[in-house]
C-alpha cells in the first residue's frame, strides 16, 4: 500500500477527512490548551483573593512571648538581625512565599510634653517607633528623617506623619519631653526633625499598629491623643541601654503571587503548624491559612464542576467523531463491498482505513497540541492523554468501516418494532443510569478529584433520557399523521410520516448531550447568580445601610426627606448578650446570643420598596401588647430555651433595658444577621415596651433609587452628633462616623474573587461549546438521512411537487426531529443540577447561601430561542446538501445514503 494511493484516496473523499482532522486539531487543543487556562486562572484567583484580605489575614507575624527568657533581644539592633534568620527558619512551602517583611522596635507609650502642646492644652501620648522600612515608603515633606550616629546624651530626634503633626500642631524644631508614668527611667528630651508623608497609604508597611501615619483621637474628655514617632534603631538602642523594656515584632507579609496554588494543602499544612516550629521564647500570630483554605474549596468545587462540564463535551466530540466515521464508512459502503468481493478481507479493509485515518489525524492531533501549548499558563502532564485520544480518534475510521454492512438493500424500509438485542442494550442504558445517579447521590464526593462516577452520571443520563425520547416521539407523529391524512393537501401527512420513521438514534444522543452540557450551564449559572443575590439581601435587605454608634430616632425622618429614598427601617443591634430567666438578670445558664431588633413592618416595606426577598414572619408584625414580646430565634437557641425551659419566657438585654420575650418562630438566618452566625434572636423594635430609656436605633435600612452615599453619610453624622447633643452619652464621647454600605457594593463583593474566574471560564466555555457542538451533531442528524430525504423529495418533485411544498414537506419534516433533539438536551440540562448541586459545594461561590436551582423565564425563552436557530440550521444544511447532490441524480439505480 502506498503512501501516494492512500493520499488520493484521502484527496477523493476530502470533507469527510477534513471534518475528522479538524475534531482531532479541537480535541487536542482542548486537552493541552484548557488545563493552562484552568492553572492561570487559578492563580489569577488566587492573587485576587490574597489582595482581597485584610492585613490580619495576609501577615505572618513573631512577637517576644511571656516565656521568652534569655531569648529576648537586648537591644533594637539584635532584633533588626534576627529579620532573616526567622524567615531562614520558616517551612519550605512558605518561605517562599513571603514577598514582603518589617522589623518593628516599639518604646513604651510616655506623656509627651512641650511649649507647643501646653499652647493648644493637648494631652499627648507618644510611643517611639524604629522601622528602617519606613524611609523608602514615604517622602518628606518638611525636615530631614532622624540621624543614626547622634549621641546618647543629645535630645532623641523623631519623625511625625503629616496628619500627626498637624493634629498635634507640631512642626520641625519644636522641642519637647517625654516622661514615662510609674518608672524610674528619667524623661528624655524629644525634638522634631521631620514631617513626611506616605507614598502610598495601601502600604503594608503602615500596617503595623498602634498607627503611624495617623494620631488617635481622644476617646472622650480628658483623654489624650495616642500618637507614634518615628525615631532610629541606634535611639531606641539608647533607651534599651538606659533600661527602657522594648517590644519588638518581625511581620511577613504572604503575597498570592508567591504562593504555588498547586501545593496548597502542604502550603496550608505547613502555615498551621508554623506555631510548633517557631523559635523558642517566640510567639507566632497568623490567619494567613483562614483565605487560603476558603480558596481552596473554592478551587476544589470548581474543579469538580468543569469536570462535569469537560464530559459532556469531550463526550459530544467523542460522539461527533463517531459520527464523522460512520458517515465515512457509509458513503464508502460500496468501495468496501467491491473489495470484499475481490476477495479482500475485513483485515485489508481496516489497514487500509487504518493508514488513512493515521495520515490524517496525526498531523493534526500535533497541530492541535502546538495550538494549546501557546495558550499562556502553566502546563499539566496532558500528553499521555492527547496520544490516547489521537489512537482512539484513528481507530474509530477503521471500527466503522468493519461495521458497515456491504449490502445494498432498501434502508428505507424500517422496522418499527426494534429487535430484542438492541431493547436489551437500551433497558441495561436505563438501569446502568439510574444506578449512577443513586449511587452518586447516597456515596457523595470528594471535591477536586475527578470522580469517574461523576463524570459518567451526565453522559449515561443523557442517553438513557435520549433512548426514551427516541422510543417516545413517534407515536404522537403517527397520531398526527393520521390526522392530517383526513386533511386536504399531503405536505402535512407527508411530512409527519416520514418524521415518524426517522431513525437518527446516534445523532440524536449526541445533540442531546451537548445541549444538555449547555443547559446545565445555564442553569447552574443562574442559580448561582440568584443566590449571590439573595447572599447580599440578607446582609443589606434595602438599597443601603446606614450604621453608627447609636442615631438619634428622628434620623428616619431626615433619611427619608433625601431625594430619591422611598422607604426607612430602623434597626439596633447588641452582641454577646446571655438569655436571663427573670427581669433582674438571673442567668439561664445559656450560652451568649447576637440580638437584632428591627422595625419588622418598615423592613416589608424597604424590601418591597427594593425588591428584594425579605420574608417577615407574622409574628414579627406585631404592635407594642401585654406579655412576651415574640421573636424569632436561630435553631441552637431554639433548643437551649426548649432545653431550660424558657422558650415560653425569657429575658434579654438590649442598651441597658431588659426584654421579657418568647420564641414564636425559628429560622437559620434573617437579614441583617451576619452570615454564618449560629446562635441569634431577632426581636420587633416596633413593639418594645415604653422604657424610660428608650431603645436607640444603631443603623437605617434605606430603600431608594440613586442614592447619594455621601448625603446617607452626612445624614447618620448628624444623626449621632444629635443624640450625643441630647445630652445621652456621658462623658462627651466621640460617636465613630457613620458607615453606609450599599447592596450593590455587597452583591459585586459576593461575585468577585476567588475561584470565580475559573467558574465564569467553566460555564462560558461549556455553554458556547455545547451549543456550537449541538448544532454541528444537528448538522449529522440531517445528513444521516439527506440521500434517502433527496431521492422522495425528487420524486415527488417528479409528480408535481412545487418548491414551496417541497420547503413546507422538509420543514415539517426536520421541526419534530430538531425540537425533540432540542427539547431534550434542555430537559436533561436541567435536571443534572437538581441531582448535582448538593453535591458540588457551589455555597463557596455564594458566601455560604445554598444555591437553590430555579426555572427562570429567560432560560426558557433561550431553549426556544435555540430550537427555532436549531431548525433554521438543520433546514440551511439540508438545502445546501440538496443543492450539492442535484436531486435529479440520486434517482440512479442502486444509489444508497
Known amino acids: 500500500m502506498s503512501i501516494g494511493a492512500v493520499v488520493r484516496r484521502i484527496r477523493a473523499y476530502g470533507g469527510q477527512f477534513l471534518l475528522l482532522g479538524v475534531l482531532t486539531l479541537v480535541i487536542t487543543l482542548l486537552i493541552s490548551g484548557v488545563p493552562r487556562i484552568t492553572n492561570r486562572l487559578t492563580e489569577q484567583g488566587l492573587r485576587e483573593h490574597m489582595g482581597q484580605q485584610v492585613p490580619a489575614r495576609r501577615d505572618i507575624t513573631y512577637t517576644i512571648g511571656s516565656d521568652a527568657g534569655s531569648s529576648v533581644p537586648s537591644n533594637a539592633s539584635a532584633g533588626q538581625n534576627r529579620l532573616d534568620v526567622l524567615q531562614e527558619a520558616m517551612p519550605d512551602h512558605v518561605r517562599p512565599a513571603v514577598s514582603e517583611r518589617w522589623y518593628v522596635a516599639d518604646g513604651p507609650v510616655g506623656r509627651l510634653t512641650g511649649p507647643d502642646l ?71 528630651p524629644v525634638i522634631v526633625v521631620g514631617i513626611f508623608a506616605p507614598n502610598d497609604p495601601s502600604d503594608g508597611v503602615w500596617d503595623s499598629l498602634p498607627q503611624l501615619l495617623r494620631a488617635a483621637e481622644p476617646l472622650g474628655d480628658g483623654q489624650p491623643f495616642i500618637a507614634v514617632g518615628l525615631t532610629t534603631i541606634g535611639a531606641l538602642d539608647h533607651r534599651a541601654a538606659d533600661g527602657v523594656w522594648l517590644t519588638h515584632s518581625w511581620r511577613y507579609r504572604v503575597d498570592g503571587d508567591a504562593v504555588d496554588a498547586e501545593q496548597l494543602d502542604l502550603t496550608i499544612d505547613e502555615l498551621q503548624r508554623l506555631d510548633q516550629t517557631a523559635p523558642t521564647g517566640l510567639k507566632v500570630v497568623q490567619a494567613v491559612d483562614v483565605p487560603l483554605r476558603e480558596f481552596r474549596d473554592a478551587v476544589a468545587s470548581a474543579r469538580t464542576l468543569l469536570a462535569v462540564i469537560a464530559a459532556g463535551v469531550f463526550a459530544t466530540l467523542a460522539g461527533l467523531v463517531l459520527l464523522a466515521a460512520g458517515l465515512a464508512a457509509r458513503r464508502r459502503r460500496g468501495e468496501f463491498a467491491l473489495l470484499r468481493a475481490r476477495g479482500a478481507g475485513s483485515t485489508t479493509v481496516a489497514r487500509r482505513t487504518l493508514a488513512e485515518s493515521l495520515l490524517v489525524t496525526v498531523p493534526a492531533a500535533a497541530i492541535g497540541w502546538l495550538l494549546g501549548t501557546l495558550v499562556p ?88 433520557v435520549a433512548v426514551l425520547a427516541l422510543r417516545a416521539y413517534p407515536w404522537p407523529l403517527q397520531l398526527v399523521s393520521r390526522l392530517a391524512a383526513r386533511a386536504r393537501g399531503s405536505v ?19 445533540v442531546v448531550l451537548a445541549i444538555a452540557t449547555a443547559g446545565f450551564c445555564a442553569v447552574v449559572s443562574s442559580g448561582i447568580e440568584a443566590s449571590r443575590d439573595r447572599a447580599a439581601s440578607e446582609r443589606i435587605p434595602g438599597d443601603a445601610l446606614v450604621t453608627g454608634d447609636r442615631l438619634a430616632p428622628d434620623t428616619a425622618d431626615a ?15 447588641e452582641p454577646g448578650q446571655r438569655p436571663a430567666r427573670t427581669k433582674v438578670g438571673l442567668d439561664a445558664g445559656i450560652n451568649q446570643v447576637s440580638v437584632l431588633a428591627v422595625d419588622a413592618p418598615a423592613l416589608a416595606r424597604v424590601g418591597e420598596a427594593a425588591g428584594r426577598e425579605a ?88 430603600a431608594g433609587d440613586g442614592l447619594d452615599t455621601e448625603a446617607l453619610r452626612r445624614t447618620g453624622d448628624e444623626g449621632q452628633q444629635r443624640y450625643q447633643r441630647g445630652g445621652v452619652v456621658s462623658g462627651g464621647e466621640r460617636p465613630r462616623g457613620a458607615e453606609v454600605q450599599t447592596w450593590a457594593a455587597s452583591r459585586q463583593q459576593v461575585g468577585e474573587g476567588g475561584a470565580n474566574g475559573l467558574l465564569a471560564f467553566g460555564f462560558a466555555s461549556g455553554a458556547a461549546g455545547g451549543t456550537v457542538l449541538g448544532l454541528l451533531a444537528i448538522a449529522f442528524t440531517v445528513l444521516a438521512g439527506a440521500r434517502a430525504r433527496g431521492q422522495v423529495l425528487s420524486r415527488l418533485r417528479t409528480l408535481g411537487l412545487s418548491r414551496r411544498q417541497w420547503r413546507g414537506l422538509l420543514l415539517v419534516e426536520l421541526t419534530p426531529l430538531v425540537g425533540v433533539a432540542v427539547f431534550t438536551g434542555a430537559f436533561v440540562g436541567a435536571l443534572l443540577p437538581l441531582l448535582l448541586t448538593p453535591l458540588l459545594g457551589l455555597s463557596a461561590f455564594t458566601s455560604g447561601m445554598p444555591v437553590r436551582v430555579a426555572f427562570e423565564p429567560g432560560l426558557v425563552v433561550a431553549v426556544v430561542a435555540l430550537g427555532a436557530l436549531a431548525l433554521g440550521f438543520a433546514v440551511a444544511i439540508e438545502a445546501l446538501n440538496n ?15
Open 118 to 188: 501646653k499652647r493648644n492644652n493637648l494631652l499627648v501620648d507618644l510611643g517611639l517607633r524604629a522601622m528602617p522600612a519606613v524611609q523608602e515608603a514615604a517622602t518628606m515633606v518638611d525636615g530631614r528623617w532622624p540621624a543614626e550616629d547622634v549621641a546618647r546624651d543629645e535630645p532623641t530626634q523623631i519623625a511625625l506623619s503629616a496628619d500627626t503633626a498637624r493634629k498635634l500642631d507640631l512642626r520641625v524644631g519644636s522641642k519637647l519631653r517625654l516622661a514615662l508614668p510609674e518608672s524610674k527611667v528619667p524623661s528624655v
Open 377 to 464: 499558563g502553566a502546563p499539566d502532564p496532558t500528553v499521555p492523554y492527547a496520544a490516547a485520544a489521537t489512537v482512539l480518534i484513528a481507530l474509530a475510521l477503521p471500527v466503522a468501516a468493519l461495521a458497515t454492512s456491504g449490502g445494498a438493500g432498501r434502508r428505507d424500509l424500517v422496522r418499527l418494532r426494534p429487535s430484542a438485542r438492541r431493547l436489551t442494550l437500551e433497558a441495561s442504558l436505563l438501569v446502568l443510569a439510574g444506578l449512577a445517579v443513586v449511587l452518586l447521590r447516597r456515596r457523595g464526593l470528594t471535591l477536586g478529584e475527578v470522580d469517574p462516577l461523576l463524570v459518567a452520571v451526565p453522559v449515561l443520563l443523557a442517553a438513557a
Open 492 to 510: 402535512a401527512f407527508l411530512g409527519t410520516a416520514r418524521a415518524g420513521r426517522a431513525v437518527v438514534s446516534a445523532p440524536l444522543v449526541v
Open 559 to 573: 433619611l427619608s426627606h433625601l431625594s430619591g429614598v422611598r422607604a426607612v427601617a430602623a434597626l439596633a443591634t
Open 615 to 702: 420574608t417577615i414572619p407574622p409574628a414579627m408584625l406585631a404592635e407594642t401588647g401585654d406579655g412576651p414580646l415574640p421573636a424569632l430565634v436561630s435553631p441552637a437557641v431554639a433548643t437551649d430555651l426548649a432545653r431550660a425551659g424558657l422558650d415560653g419566657s425569657a429575658f434579654l438585654s438590649l442598651q441597658g433595658q431588659r426584654y421579657e420575650f418568647r420564641v414564636a418562630d425559628t429560622a437559620e438566618s434573617f437579614p441583617l444577621v451576619t452570615p454564618g452566625t449560629e446562635r441569634f434572636v431577632v426581636l420587633p423594635l416596633q413593639a418594645l415596651p415604653d422604657r424610660p430609656t428608650v431603645a436607640v436605633p444603631t443603623g437605617f435600612v434605606v
Open 883 to 897: 443543492r450539492r447532490l442535484r436531486l435529479g441524480e440520486v434517482l440512479r439505480l442502486g444509489e444508497e445514503s
